[in-house]
């Protein structure tokens, strides 16, 4: 029996040991809907930088956790931070690393809503940081000021077709997938995973984050994302792939392992 045990610990053990999610986390939302008194919209930012943001006026808390995001007129929709995100940009201290993840899905037959589910600019509102479904059925994700010519991976986000985003991971219109993208700059290296997967990935672009200076979640300057969003993370570092599996549920397998030695506990001792 202490053997089975010892098992079933080494077991969850080598899984884990070689993934880190803690390291370089600088933006945690949860999107719990723990609030503060009296403010009802505020989204509190577990990272422990207190980078809490504040969710647009026609934006809503699902039951259970996660924010609809309606993608409604500018300004009532997304969620911002004081000072632009100034704030937070200064906590994030991205140079040349970073990781952006999020848990989130979009309604059925809205395809041509799936916008925005964040953006980063400089001073002079190019996007450094961005990822966007377009109406055309796209989705890229940028790291440089110029979003039509810096890296992107892309693919047709469409539920008439072969499924893309969600099909890609056996999942369909309606279910949430996580979305990571990853980019080191200094190497040129980036790459986009759905869920744990690894969907597109690439080299050749080099250049630095050090003139981030707005960010948003659910929103970018021109349009908003109209869809359902419940986890969003920023790390300033690129995640591996060990990392990047980190962050989905443990699968069923441990916890069938769980059962069984529960059940043969059970039976040693009946």
Avoid at 8 to 14: A, D, E, R, W
Avoid at 121 to 149: K, L, Q, Y
Avoid at 185 to 213: C, K, M, Q, R
């Amino acid at each position: 029996m202490k053997k089975l045990v010892f098992l079933v610990v080494l077991l969850i053990f080598v899984g884990s040991a070689c993934a880190d999610i803690t390291t370089g986390l600088e933006g945690w939302w949860k999107m719990d809907g723990q609030t503060d008194p009296g403010n009802a919209r505020l989204v509190k930012d577990y990272s422990g930088n207190g980078n809490d943001g504040t969710m647009g006026s026609s934006d809503a808390w699902m039951t259970g956790g996660g924010i609809d995001f309606d993608g409604g007129s500018w300004g009532a929709s997304g969620i911002t931070f004081p000072g632009s995100g100034a704030d937070l940009v200064a906590d994030l201290g991205l140079t040349d690393q970073v990781t952006v993840s999020f848990v989130a899905t979009w309604d059925v037959g809205e395809k041509t809503k799936t916008n925005y589910p964040y953006d980063g600019r400089d001073a002079s509102n190019m996007r450094m940081i961005a990822m966007e479904a377009t109406g055309s059925e796209h989705i890229r994700n940028f790291f440089g000021p110029d979003p039509g010519n810096d890296q992107s991976s892309w693919g047709a986000f469409d539920d008439t077709h072969a499924g893309f985003i969600f099909g890609f991971v056996g999942k369909t219109w309606g279910d949430y997938i996580r979305i990571t993208t990853t980019s080191n700059l200094t190497t040129g290296a980036y790459a986009l995973y759905i869920d744990d997967v690894l969907y597109a990935s690439g080299s050749g672009y080099s250049g630095s984050l050090a003139g981030l200076t707005t960010f948003t979640i659910g929103r970018t300057l021109w349009g908003e994302m109209q869809g359902k969003m419940t986890d969003f993370r920023i790390y300033n570092r690129a995640l591996s792939a060990d990392d990047v599996a980190e962050l989905i549920p443990e699968p069923a397998t441990i916890a069938l392992l769980g059962l069984g030695g529960l059940a043969l506990i059970r039976r040693k001792r009946s």
